[in-house]
């Protein structure tokens, strides 16, 4: 991996399990890239998401944001179109925009729909699933509140879903950033992925949290401490 990844391992002790005030502290130390690291955090849940009510799905806004600015698409017709752009959206359209996502164009992080475009926009959603842009209700990106979904998206919303093994992987912001702003991210999702816990999930819940920045080593956390912010 290099030398700046070995010399980063270094600095975390292996087989120890670090509170998450520790690992946030860690995870800026352990960040070597010439660009602002992402630092996010992985959870292995122990739910099986084959069995629907086993999936753990949702978003939420992280308090001190993402550190990077998304760029919004919003589906919407009439009054609405004002609305998106008057929240901030970055385009705002209908059919026009469907024509030029079969072309190929992609230059949005977040796709927003009002529930009346959700016919056209379903002509593109072999596009846009596998990228995880597929405006969905239980996200709240298909919604007649265009202009709360454009101010989340912008102020750091993010989505988590489990993947095929059980695991959420979520970035909570840059290695820029505070200790004590990590840390009140790292604790809104951990807390927010506690209360959503499925009725289906049997035994531990959270198995396993790992920290890490980009291209950086795994810190992992102490289960016991997941939503502590001590």
Do not use: H
């Amino acid at each position: 991996m290099g030398k700046k990844y070995d010399d980063a391992l270094k600095l975390i002790e292996a087989d120890k399990f670090y509170s998450p005030k520790e690992a946030v502290a860690l995870v800026k130390k352990t960040a070597s890239t010439k660009f602002d690291s992402t630092v996010e955090v992985a959870f292995r849940l122990g739910v099986n998401p084959k069995y629907p009510d086993q999936q753990v799905r949702g978003a939420l806004v992280l308090p001190n944001g993402t550190g990077k600015s998304k760029t919004v698409l919003v589906f919407a017709k009439g009054p609405k179109i004002a609305e998106a752009e008057a929240a901030g959206a970055d385009f705002v359209g209908g059919e026009e925009f469907v024509n030029k996502i079969k072309e190929g164009w992609m230059d949005f992080d977040v796709c927003i729909a009002t529930p009346d475009m959700m016919g056209l926009v379903g002509r593109i959603g072999k596009i846009l699933g596998p990228r995880g842009l597929m405006p969905n209700p239980k996200v709240g990106t298909v919604t007649m509140d265009v202009a709360r979904a454009v101010k989340e998206s912008k102020a750091g919303k993010i989505q988590y879903r489990t993947d095929k093994a059980g695991n959420v992987q979520c970035p909570i912001g840059k290695a820029s950033f505070t200790d004590e702003a990590l840390l009140e991210n790292y604790i809104t999702l951990a807390d927010t992925l506690v209360k959503v816990k499925p009725s289906g999930a049997k035994g531990q819940y959270i198995k396993s949290v790992t920290m890490s920045a980009t291209m950086g080593p795994g810190i992992s956390i102490d289960v016991l401490k997941a939503n502590s912010n001590k």
